[in-house]
């Protein structure tokens, strides 16, 4: 029985193991952070920015002439180390979506689930630092003068008198924490609907019947 559960386990692991999968290789193309902009200037749309993990797009054009006012510079994102990091960690990803699948309850088992929690936490906290850094490289010659700001990654600013920016995670942050998860809490929600069908069964199966409480009948000697 022992062997059973353990083989039926592993099945399930890798079960959720190729859906994590599925969910990692998707993130490679989706959205990695969105933010839009609501701008007096622009009463009828709202300016959207999407960064992915090569790329910016969106309304590039009309948000760096807002920057130019204010003295911001759009991100060149070809001058960013992280984006030649990006294919990596979806890699990374995915190799610690396998491991966690295959291996044995233990260190290399947690050891990946830690990696597949910390790779999308370390891009929310690389792009919160890129954030701060455009905040505070004011150029003192725009023409508008403005204190030095904040951009959150995650939610509502004021980044001037005219425009308000609400951000948050793209799509890709959201599929690498999803099969986080899968990887950590599937297998282990599954071991406790395991237990208890088998203690449901188990008490069935231990229930007396009905003929050995009332007990057979003594036997008549003629």
């Known amino acids: 029985m022992a062997a059973e559960g353990t083989k039926s386990d592993r099945i399930v692991r890798i079960v959720f193991g190729a859906v994590a999968a599925v ?7 989706l959205p990695v952070w969105q933010a839009r902009l609501n701008v007096l200037q622009y009463p009828n ?3 959207v920015l999407i960064a992915y993990g090569d790329r910016l797009e969106g309304d590039i054009d009309e948000i760096t002439i807002l920057n130019h006012y204010v003295g911001l510079e759009m991100f060149d994102m070809s001058e960013l ?3 030649a990091l ?3 960690a979806v890699v990374l990803a995915l190799t610690c979506v396998v491991v966690a699948s295959l ?3 233990g260190w290399w088992r947690r ?3 830690a990696i597949l929690w910390l790779i999308p936490i370390g891009v929310l906290v690389d792009v919160q630092f890129r954030l701060y850094e455009l905040g505070h490289s004011m150029d003192p010659a725009a023409p508008i003068d403005t204190d030095p700001f ?3 990654v995650v939610g509502k600013v004021r980044v001037a008198s ?3 920016t609400i951000a948050w995670p793209g799509e890709a942050l959201w599929c690498l924490f999803g099969a986080a998860a899968l990887m950590t809490f599937g297998p282990m929600y599954w071991g406790f609907v395991k237990e208890f069908v088998t203690a449901g069964k188990t008490g069935d199966d231990g229930a007396p019947s009905e003929a050995s409480d009332a007990g057979e009948p003594a036997a008549v000697a003629g």
């Not at 969910?23 to 193309?29: D, H």
């Open 23 to 29: 969910l990692v290789v998707l993130a490679l193309s």
């Open 45 to 47: 749309r709202q300016l």
């Open 81 to 83: 180390f992280e984006t």
């Open 86 to 88: 990006w294919i990596p």
């Open 103 to 105: 291996a044995r309850p």
């Open 111 to 113: 050891g990946a689930l």
């Open 150 to 152: 904040v951009p959150w």
């Open 162 to 164: 005219n425009v308000t």
